[in-house]
């Protein structure tokens, strides 16, 4: 079956400027969840989402949001950009979470440069 | 505080060798611990993962890893390394929820 699905795969912005990005989870997979990749601060957390609900949320300013939609699929949307938001944006989904140890399956990542 | 550590940035093994990257965690209780590989400008690719049960874990790829629990330890192996192996390797704790990754370690297999 198809793995996770992130568009776009790569995009540019400038500063001051918003960016949305998407995913769509492996099927059957209720829990979506999004971590940055930096070179400096390597992968972190941002939040999680399960049934359209954020059940949880990392260390990031308010400028990082999220939403999850009916059939799983989940956006995430930066505004304000700022350089230091460059990096590889992960999606993640699984069925149900950390819960029980299932296993969590990444996308290919979007590459989000900040011009 | 650091929940899992990779102690080597770079591990250099020739083809045919075994691999060894390591990997320790700091977390209480029982564990569940993640091996992830990442080739260049890819995403992460899901390897094994210890829950509990059987303390060697073998997984994709021909890749096993091995939990001590007295050594806090979940080491991941190969008995013959491929150049293909080459990668960025990534150990992963859960806690509070969530994915808490080391820093990564970048094989290097050579022919």
């Known amino acids: 079956k198809a793995g996770v699905t992130q568009t776009p795969r790569y995009l540019i912005k400038t500063r001051g400027q918003q960016v949305t990005l998407s995913c769509s989870p492996i099927s059957g997979h209720r829990s979506v969840s999004w971590y940055q990749q930096t070179p400096g601060q390597g992968l972190q957390f941002l939040f999680e989402?399960?049934?359209?609900?954020?059940?949880n949320k990392g260390n990031f300013p308010g400028r990082f949001s999220g939403r999850q939609f009916s059939n799983s699929r989940s956006e995430m949307n930066v505004s304000t950009l700022e350089l230091g938001d460059s990096a590889l944006y992960l999606c993640?989904?699984?069925?149900?979470?950390?819960?029980?140890?299932?296993?969590?399956?990444f996308g290919e990542g979007s590459w989000l440069t900040v011009v | 505080a650091q929940s899992v550590a990779q102690p080597e940035d770079q591990v250099n093994v020739a083809e045919g060798n075994p691999l060894t990257v390591k990997c320790t965690y700091s977390v209480s209780g029982n564990p569940y611990l993640f091996w992830y590989v990442q080739y260049p400008n890819r995403g992460l690719q899901f390897l094994l993962k210890y829950i509990t049960g059987d303390n060697l874990v073998k997984g994709s790829y021909g890749f096993e890893a091995e939990f001590n629990k007295s050594q806090t330890s979940f080491h991941l192996k190969k008995p013959s390394a491929l150049v293909s192996d080459s990668a960025l390797y990534f150990c992963a704790v859960i806690r509070t929820d969530k994915l808490i990754f080391g820093t990564g370690t970048r094989l290097q297999v050579f022919p």
């Open positions: 989402y399960f049934s359209e609900t954020q059940r």
């Open positions: 993640a989904s699984s069925l149900a979470g950390t819960l029980s140890g299932n296993t969590i399956y």
